[in-house]
C-alpha cells in the first residue's frame, strides 16, 4: 500500500485530517498527519523520529492551503 504525509493548512494542526487518515488507514495506507512546528497542540513528534525512514520510501504528500 502507500504512504501518505497529510499537512495542514495555516492556522490548523494534524487534527484537521481526523476524518481522511482513517479511511486511509482502513484500506491499508500508512498515514502520517503531523502538526508542524508553531502549532503544537495537540503535540506531534518530532519530525526527525519518522521524517527520514518516511522519505526514503517514498510517500504521497498532499496539504491544504489556509484550512
Known amino acids: 500500500m ?3 504525509v497529510l ?3 495555516a492556522w490548523h494542526g494534524g487534527w484537521d485530517w481526523q476524518r ?3 479511511a486511509l488507514r482502513t ?3 500508512e498515514v502520517y498527519s503531523p502538526t508542524l512546528t508553531g502549532l503544537q497542540r495537540p503535540r506531534s513528534p518530532p519530525y526527525g ?6 522519505s526514503r520510501r517514498r510517500p ?3 496539504g491544504s492551503y489556509l484550512g
Open 2 to 4: 502507500s504512504i501518505f
Open 7 to 9: 499537512l495542514h493548512g
Open 20 to 22: 481522511v487518515a482513517p
Open 27 to 29: 484500506v491499508g495506507h
Open 49 to 54: 523520529r519518522w521524517t527520514g525512514s518516511v
Open 60 to 62: 504521497t504528500s498532499t
